[in-house]
């Protein structure tokens, strides 16, 4: 193979900025309460308005009275599909970036409802009081069709999607003969898994809040992970120039995915705006969070096989999801198993299952928090199996090149995770056997899991701007989903002009900035970080230039020059430096500036596979009589090439693992399938982690160096942190307690039904 | 919301003449004038459309504060007393520890910095299809269905449920009242009355809206505790779906008296389970004058249980009552796990 150039301009260290545990550079904005989220901005004259849901599953709205709802005071309008003014027609004027294969969503467009709780009027009020008072004195009459909203009812009735959204892969062909390997192995299990739909339920719930200005055009402060995709999308569906279109998002309140599709209350606001020519702001409420995109329910069975010294002969996946009737969301969720561990005999195999239900959408690792825990269980069970420990069955399949494509990875340091890992959490040399460690009325467990998520990078651009006063001013459209954004691209920014953090100003959020992509995947700072480095590099370049040009400069003919504290410095002599507000002083220019475009850097990537990886290791002590489970211990071991911010990036894993515990232990939606509809729609009944069952997180992240991912050798962290975890704790109640529950949340009923069954 | 007129009255007398014109309602929770104090229920629910009185009448100003020795040895919670104000009190937890831990078990700290006594008492079930008004719900909508018996109802009643209504009442602090054999004190236009805790509440039967024997024009303004010798064996335990902020799926508020190293007294009350507190005396009769001890708590929980019956997603809890029941009494009587 023909060795491919070096990447260009990539990061060396030993850095001072990037890699510090700088604490977020917006904190004291967001817990001072100035930061300002969507539904918050005050408007004169803005009206509000309420979402009138459906209480049907599937059918057709027959008759909608708002004689009584336009009676109340203060209410302007409302809206229905009766009323609606003219929309586009075109399924493709309603696809937004993250829009999978199908006919997305048009709230109000028609009589049809295909899902529970679909929008099916608005009321537009001068206070939100009134529009609420109103939404609930609408009168719906239905004409209930039949529905299917169970997935294991439906299970039967499947089709198998292609390449129908961005970012996910068919799986591979299959290799060898797994069917006949798994039947000829001398060790084997074959299980099956069930996970409950998880809705995303950020603390901020969605809103939007659209000005209305005389000219026509609107600012939109919107709660989304993309503004551009936002303003793009409204765009499409009102038949708008861009011009006329501004969207703001600089501070989210948690999204998790949720915010990477434009929801139908961004939707409805603009229609109301627009009709009305007035400001109006539309935001859900908390059971109405329930009422669109979700992690979808799924069936899967994994079997394995392997020969007596635990070499893996046989693996098979297979995985049935929820979508919805229009559109194929698909997460593939397969894909993984065949990546993870080296096996001859492969297949994967994923399909789809109709469901009327709102299309599902991308949470926290789509696809890999569902299907990689199912591998990690069988990979444990495996491993009891054989009379083998959990790792040294990894270590035996270690892949060290990507089984799924040949590809070498382009950094991989799972056994570093592995071994760092074991050695925080003290897992012994050989593991005592299930339900043999006892402390008082509860039995103690370990258990421990690998996790992997894809490095991915996408087109970004930015701006840096210097001041003749030596501050830094950088602007991307990117947003910050409370990942740490701001602050790691100061720190990107600082690092590579020699600046201190607090020099740099960071501007995001607002679709007039330099395009950025929709802030998902754990791309962003591979991609937008990438993009600042680029335009930092730009203006390094010119300072250099300018530096070495000025009158009597100490840098005259220095070829190689470095930044450090404000100066511009010669590489072979420190003492040869220049202060870069005298750069720009002798140049006679006021501000600097430079916009770049960052691109994977495709060579490398076409070569490579991509990830990150993990490693973790829980302890859980479950109560032998009452079935309860309590989380004591958590390690997390993350390879993710270079950390930009410990603090940062340490607590988006925290967050992850938090979140693998609610998804472990507590998170389900529960449907009525008689009603089609999720019941327990709220915060007080669909349970998420609290603090008490919250117990001390360990997170380390292990020395990773990649001269492939991007210059800045940072692989982003959003999602690696909750992929191991459900799988360790799984592991952990069966070491614990000798019972395995693969129906996910792992609930009390679900354990005592396993300890009742125990020989 | 509906919209509601507000009043603030000074007085007790006041507030009466503002509940007078509820005569007639059918039950106090469904009275088109309601009393609030902290809110933490009754406003969530006007929210939700779910509750939609016509008048509000602000009992705070009401001197109904405070926690006051009985005079025979028992404590008198006043009914605005917030929950954190009794459960901290020194009288309540030396004397009354079970109710202490019982109260701390439920909400969280804010709640129960707002939440009342009187209010606590009287707040509503947690049933799905009660909260969400496009389903069924007989408690909610009289005669309109019970969507939970077929449906979704991992937290309902396994004991005294009907083919009306499986809702349960989610107190904590109601299911150790109802073990400490507690009095509620109600005032209306004839003057005051007590009604003993197992009263107080009511089963669905047919009747699912009705849900309490107070009232609709009265007002609780006490819970009475009497005096007794439970403080040394007794506790409150509570099986839930995560350590904090969940209502319990099976509680169990238990004491014992216990003399020579046999029981001499012994209460049990279930929470989760019932539509109210489920107290089964006849059960707890059986562990009288014997010797404490895993095979005698069994018993009584094979007692309490016989009649209880699930509806699918609830089942469970039938046997998780039983482990509950068994632990609780294990802890109250000291003994350690074999």
Redesign the interface.
Known sequence: MIPIPRMPGLLEGPTTQVGKPVSRVDGRLKVTGAARYAGEHAIPGLLHGYVVSSAIAKGRVTRIDTGKAMAVPGVVHILTHENRPDLAWLDRKWKDQDAPKGSPLRPLYDANVSHSLQPVALVVAESFEAARLAARLVEVAYEAEPHQTSLLMNRDITFTPGKDKGGFEPPPAPRGDADAALAAAEVSVDLEFTQAAEYHNPIEMHASTVEYHPDGSLTIHDKTQGVLNCQSWVCGVFNLPKSSVRVLSPFVGGAFGSGLRPQHQLFLAVLAALALKRSVRVELSRPQMFSFGHRPETWQRVALGASRDGTLTALVHEAVQESSQAENYVEIVVNWSGQQYRCDNVRLDYRLSRLDVHTPLDQRAPGAATGVPALEVAMDELAWKLGMDPIQLRLKNYAEADPNTGKPFSSKELRACFRQGAERFGWPDHLPPPRSMRDGRELVGWGMAAGVWDAMQNPASAKATLGANGKLSIATASSDIGTGTYTVLAQVAAEVLGLETADVAVEIGDSSLPQAPIQGGSWTVSSVGSAVKAACDQLAKRLHALARDAEGSPLAGVGSVRFADGHVVAQDDPSRRMPIQQVMRAAGLPVLEEKALSVPYALGRLRHTLGTHSAVFVEVRVDAELGTVRVTRVVSAIAAGRIINPKTAGSQILGAVVWGVGMALEEEAMTDHTLGRVMNHDLAEYHVPVSADIPDIDVVFVEEHDEVVNALGAKGVGEIGIVGVPAAISNAIFHATGVRVRDLPITVDKIRAGLAALP | ???FSYARPDSLDGALAELAGNQGAPDASAAPVRPVAGGTNLLDLM?A?VMRPTRLVDITRLALRGITETGDGGLRLGALSTNAETAWDERVRARYPLLHKAILAGASAQLRNMATNGGNILQRT?C??F?????PCNKRAPGSGC?AL???N??HAILGASEHCIATHPSDMAVALAALDATVRVAGPGGERAIPFADFHRLPGDTPHRETTLRPEEVVTAIDLPADNLARHSTYLK?R???????A?VSAAVALELEDGVVRGARLALGGVAHKPWRDRDAEALLVGKAPGRAAFAAVADAVLRDAKGHG?NT?KI??AR??I??AFEEAAGLE?S
């Open positions: 919301m509906r919209p929210k459309d947690r799905y299809y909260y969400d008004t496009a389903t969507g077929t449906g979704v991992r937290i099986a779906d995560r350590a904090s902020y969940a209502f799926l997603h469970f046997g998780l482990s509950v068994v632990r796990p």
